[in-house]
């Protein structure tokens, strides 16, 4: 489409040329003030002082379920989904949800991924790797258990299953009970003359599992255990396995070191070898692209493979549409066109974002509608802040909220942008690891942040709009139907690492904020598509008509 088509009408009551600061907390929700709640604990006077402006400059909107392009509302928003909406300013049906009206329709079955993989069921073995979880998050084990017997109905006569256990969207522990219940459909399919079994295992956050190119040993010990049969702990079955592991101190199912599972003789019994077909059951991208890199790149250096075998690879989705990775998959990606990115800079409207690693994708890539680059460069900046690699997060859970705050700053007090979006990662990435009082830092240094942009805003007479993305940090206990935080057998709290189902905070404000702007009131059900519409008024235009509306309106005061 050439730029006439993205020409957007002024707004008949708004200013343009404004410089708006966009910024996502990345896994920010609202939940009720206790001692599990970290952004409640943590000073945050910044975030704390917004919300004296409801319900005018202050509210809540939806981040997760079908705001947000997933199946159902008891499904948790992520910060694909949540930066893809927030972006699009559409809802999208998304990862799951597209694998899921896959399945139903059987149409997953005919298409050009599955007939691929299926010219090697004849003579070699289907392998199937992913995150054995029902989280919904990654991965869904209803999905795996339906991929496998479409597999075994279409001529898959040898199986292999490699499992990676979750305990971080999930329940630490729950691995067993998954496991037990993959192992009753492998029994069933054996029954049937198929050859099916799990071949190998670990722990998400050891094994496999790894994003941004963080840290490639972690993938290499999944290649090791997978591709290679080789592996520190050998098993005759996987719950076996399961259980012996999480035996030792300090085990939990997000760190399972990678074992393999041998027959009478000692031997693996899946390695992956030339002629294989292997599929990586996950939907969700950013934990797959670089086990995808080793599967599929012949010119590979980030370890030694050992071996390379010639295998038909394909995955649930296609990863990174940028990079064509994998080339092959089974179902196709939402086609999301015409985002608010690439209307705001086709209407002058200069655009600059910035993140550290962990979240740059998504303030880039996601935001774009699955897509890298830009789509003006002389209208767009996107700088990368490298985030702290080998420690875990809660190690310095400060993060670089503060060098991002700075870079914004800088680039706000330079005037050469009309938009400069950020994402400050700390509550999501820290809420993760489930240390409380780490989270609490992680909040106050977000809060921190957050005023650094204020305080630039200020100066040149700007806008900000603040949001995020999907809960975390604001609530880090498991709890009951009444609300109640669950304990364990020991009397202790059980901890919650994963996203949560709260709706997230927007609020807007600044003294370049026109007097009679306001939220509007007839939209109770906003979501995170809401934004979109929303910052492109605040820009002085008015929003593409099939957009979800805008949560602003204007009154003459």
């Not at 975030?47 to 705001?67: C, I």
């Not at 991208?285 to 390379?308: I, N, P, Q, S, T």
């Not at 609490?440 to 900000?464: H, L, P, R, T, W």
């Amino acid at each position: 489409m050439g730029s006439e088509a993205f020409k957007l009408k002024d707004h008949p009551k708004l200013p343009k040329d404004k410089i708006i600061a966009l910024v996502v907390l990345d896994g920010w929700g609202e939940a009720n003030p206790d001692q599990y709640n970290c952004i409640h604990v943590a000073e945050t006077p910044t975030m704390d002082s917004l919300k004296k402006g409801a319900p005018d400059r202050w509210r809540l909107v939806k981040a997760h379920g079908k705001a947000v392009g997933l199946p159902t509302d008891d499904d948790m928003g992520n910060s694909e989904v949540g930066h893809n909406a927030l972006g699009a300013g559409r809802i999208y049906a998304q990862g799951a949800q597209l694998v899921d009206l896959a399945l139903e329709s059987g149409k997953i079955f005919d298409d050009e991924g599955f007939n691929y993989i299926k010219q090697s069921f004849a003579s070699n073995t289907l392998h199937l790797i992913g995150l054995m979880s029902d989280g919904g998050v990654h991965s869904r084990l209803d999905q795996l258990q339906l991929l496998l017997k479409g597999a075994a109905e279409r001529g898959a006569k040898k199986i292999r299953v490699h499992v990676l256990t979750d305990g971080r969207d999930v329940l630490d522990g729950s691995s067993v009970g998954f496991a037990e219940t993959l192992e009753n459909d492998l029994a069933k399919l054996r029954d049937k003359g198929v050859d099916a079994q799990v071949a190998s295992g670990g722990g998400r956050m050891y094994v496999t599992m790894d994003r941004y190119d963080n840290d490639w040993n972690v993938v290499k010990r999944g290649w090791d255990a997978q591709v290679l049969g080789e592996a520190p702990h050998k098993f005759k079955s996987v719950v076996e396995a399961i259980k012996t592991l999480r035996a030792e101190p300090k085990a939990n199912d997000q760190f399972l070191p990678p074992f393999v599972i041998v027959d009478d003789q000692g031997k693996a019994v899946g390695p992956i070898v030339d002629g294989d077909a292997v599929v990586t059951f996950n939907f969700r991208a950013d934990r797959m692209v670089m086990l995808a890199k080793a599967l599929e790149y012949e010119d590979f250096d980030k370890f030694d493979r050992v071996r390379f075998p010639k295998i038909r690879y394909a995955g649930m989705l296609q990863y990174d549409g940028e990079l064509k990775l994998p080339s092959h998959y089974l179902v196709s990606p939402p086609e999301i066109e015409r985002t608010s990115g690439e209307f705001l800079v086709h209407n002058g409207v200069r655009t600059f974002a910035c993140s550290e690693t962990v979240k740059f994708g998504h303030v880039t890539f996601f935001w774009n509608g699955n897509r890298s680059g830009y789509f003006r460069a002389d209208m767009e900046e996107y700088v990368e802040i490298p985030s702290d690699s080998g420690i875990p997060f809660n190690v310095k859970p400060k993060m670089k909220a503060l060098e991002i705050g700075e870079k914004a700053r800088d680039v706000i007090l330079s005037r050469k942008f009309h938009q400069v979006r950020v994402n400050i990662p700390n509550g999501d990435m820290v809420g993760h690891t489930g240390d409380i009082e780490a989270t609490i830092v992680s909040c106050k240094a977000a809060d921190e942040a957050v005023k650094m942009i204020f305080d630039a805003i200020e100066q040149v007479g700007g806008i900000y709009v603040v949001t995020a993305d999907h809960g975390n940090a604001e609530d880090m206990v498991k709890r009951d139907k009444k609300g109640e935080p669950i304990l364990d057998k020991s009397g202790n709290i059980q901890i919650l690492t994963s996203h949560t189902l709260q709706l997230v905070p927007i609020a807007i404000g600044g003294p370049g904020l026109a007097p009679g702007v306001r939220f509007r009131k007839d939209l109770p059900e906003g979501g995170l598509a809401n934004v979109a519409a929303t910052v492109i008024n605040l820009h002085g235009l008015e929003a593409p008509s099939d957009y979800e509306p805008s949560l602003i309106e204007v009154v003459d005061n």
